[in-house]
């Protein structure tokens, strides 16, 4: 097996150790998220840096997320279930920067990933570790995003997905599922719903569970996001991310990422951006339980907002994420309907991103915070924007303005 694989995962809440060399779902004890916890030192940090830049790491495509194998939980990378993921731009965003007053402003963009959202990063990583360990039958509760990306790396694989998604999540995210092959069963409700559904249907001993921080690798790919970050930046990072949270496996593996990259000597300090997390009013359980200062979130009994990422009444990860904001210092803001449908548009005229409905949330977030004086335009502030705008239901795409035309 190739050194180093996490030599255990831990329970993020109550600490307990599990193998790592079977397939695991949550915690035994306490049914919590595991996290793959690796062996880290300087030595093993300044070897992975040094072969950074050489495609002699990485036995896919050099740009791709699979660079970071040394610290990915897979035994075989050269028998990673990829199409390229990850590897995305990093925008300097001048025009939406002078509108907002912010000097240093840059988009990540996930959409450039396969399948469209950020989503591919953690499939990739989390169903190539799983038929390592055996896994052949995959199911998963999703808005729309993971699923299609599960479908599409499952696709690659002689394994069986079926997934469970709302019925108003758009015939895009379900035509794409089936053109990959996955069974798709269209439920009526709420991510929370399906998740009920599909546990009542699709027994443990059968079907291995890919749901958000119910198993321990997603977030692994997730992670790659924040090492990313630290290249994109010449070996910095940058003072504030914001990010529109559903589950919150992005800014908990970035989170994470940026821990790690401490433990390998790669940042001097503890000077790590300041994590802001964006959600909807209608569904803002994060930002409830932030500003009431408590460590778990109480989900929320009728979520009702169209970006469809954000519709996730109870986080299980809700603790991981509330930590990672308070100990960086960072906030939890939420926005209306009509701020991530303005922000959208104003991603696509002023940036030339079509982004979905999460991303246009997180630039209406940086309003809020900028308003609120949480942060300054000083800064250096980086936006993620998850996934593409193409893939949602039309009644969420921004309205065009006016066409000007050109005087004859």
């Known amino acids: 097996m190739k050194f180093p694989l996490p030599y255990k995962l831990h329970c993020g809440w109550c600490g307990r150790s599990h193998p790592a060399e079977v397939l695991q779902q949550t915690?035994?004890?306490?049914?919590?998220?595991?996290?793959?916890?690796?062996?880290?030192?300087?030595?093993?940090?300044?070897?992975?840096?040094?072969?950074?830049?050489?495609?002699?790491?990485?036995?896919h495509s050099p740009h791709s997320l699979w660079r970071y194998s040394d610290i990915l939980p897979v035994a075989n990378p050269s028998r990673?279930?990829?199409?390229?993921?990850?590897?995305?731009?990093?925008?300097?965003?001048?025009?939406?920067?002078?509108?907002?007053?912010?000097?240093?402003?840059?988009?990540?963009?996930?959409s450039q990933n396969p399948t469209g959202s950020f989503k591919?990063?953690?499939?990739?990583?989390?169903?190539?570790?799983?038929?390592?360990?055996?896994?052949?039958?995959f199911c998963v509760p999703s808005a729309g995003n993971a699923a299609g990306a599960a479908a599409a790396y499952v696709a690659q694989t002689d394994c069986e997905l079926r997934v469970y998604?709302?019925?108003?999540?758009?015939?895009g995210f379900?035509?794409?599922?089936?053109?990959?092959?996955?069974?798709?069963?269209?439920v009526e409700g709420t991510i929370?719903?399906?998740?009920?559904?599909?546990?009542?249907?699709?027994?443990?001993?059968?079907?291995?569970?890919?749901?958000?921080?119910?198993?321990?690798?997603?977030l692994e790919g997730k992670k790659t996001m924040g090492f990313e970050l630290y290249e994109d930046f010449g070996g910095e990072l940058p003072d504030v991310i914001l990010y529109p949270t559903g589950g919150g496996t992005g800014?908990?593996?970035?989170?994470?990422?940026?821990?790690?990259?401490?433990?390998m000597g790669w940042l001097e300090n503890d000077d790590f951006p300041r994590m802001v997390s964006v959600q909807t009013a209608g569904c803002a359980p994060i930002v409830h339980a932030f500003e009431r200062g408590e460590e778990t979130a109480k989900p929320i009994d009728n979520p009702q907002t169209a970006a469809l990422g954000l519709r996730v009444p109870g986080p299980i990860g809700d603790f991981l994420i509330l930590r990672a904001i308070r100990e960086s210092g960072g906030a939890a803001v939420m926005v209306t309907e009509a701020e991530w449908v303005e922000g959208q548009g104003q991603l696509a005229r002023d940036l030339g991103i079509f982004a979905s409905p999460e991303g246009g949330a997180a630039l209406a977030g940086l309003r809020k915070i900028l308003d609120n004086e949480i942060i300054s335009g000083d800064e250096r502030i980086v936006i993620f924007n998850t996934g593409t705008g193409f893939k949602y239901p039309p009644t969420t795409w921004p309205t065009p303005p006016p066409y000007q035309g050109i005087a004859a």
């Not at 306490?30 to 300044?46: D, M, Q, S, V």
């Not at 989390?126 to 360990?133: F, K, N, V």
């Not at 998604?165 to 015939?171: C, I, Q, R, T």
């Not at 379900?174 to 269209?186: D, K, L, P, T, Y």
């Open 120 to 137: 591919a990063r953690g499939m990739s990583v989390a169903i190539s570790r799983a038929i390592e360990l055996g896994a052949r039958r």
């Open 80 to 110: 990673a279930i990829t199409l390229g993921e990850g590897g995305t731009p990093l925008l300097k965003a001048e025009r939406l920067g002078s509108q907002f007053g912010v000097k240093h402003l840059w988009f990540k963009d996930e």
């Open 192 to 218: 929370a719903t399906c998740a009920h559904r599909m546990e009542a249907e699709c027994s443990p001993e059968e079907w291995f569970d890919l749901s958000t921080l119910k198993e321990p690798y997603r």
């Open 174 to 186: 379900f035509s794409e599922c089936r053109a990959f092959g996955a069974e798709v069963m269209m």
């Open 27 to 59: 915690c035994t004890d306490c049914r919590r998220p595991l996290l793959a916890r690796f062996e880290l030192n300087p030595t093993l940090g300044k070897k992975i840096r040094e072969r950074l830049g050489s495609s002699s790491n990485n036995p």
């Open 165 to 171: 998604m709302p019925a108003d999540s758009g015939e």
């Open 251 to 263: 800014l908990i593996g970035m989170w994470k990422a940026f821990q790690e990259m401490r433990e």
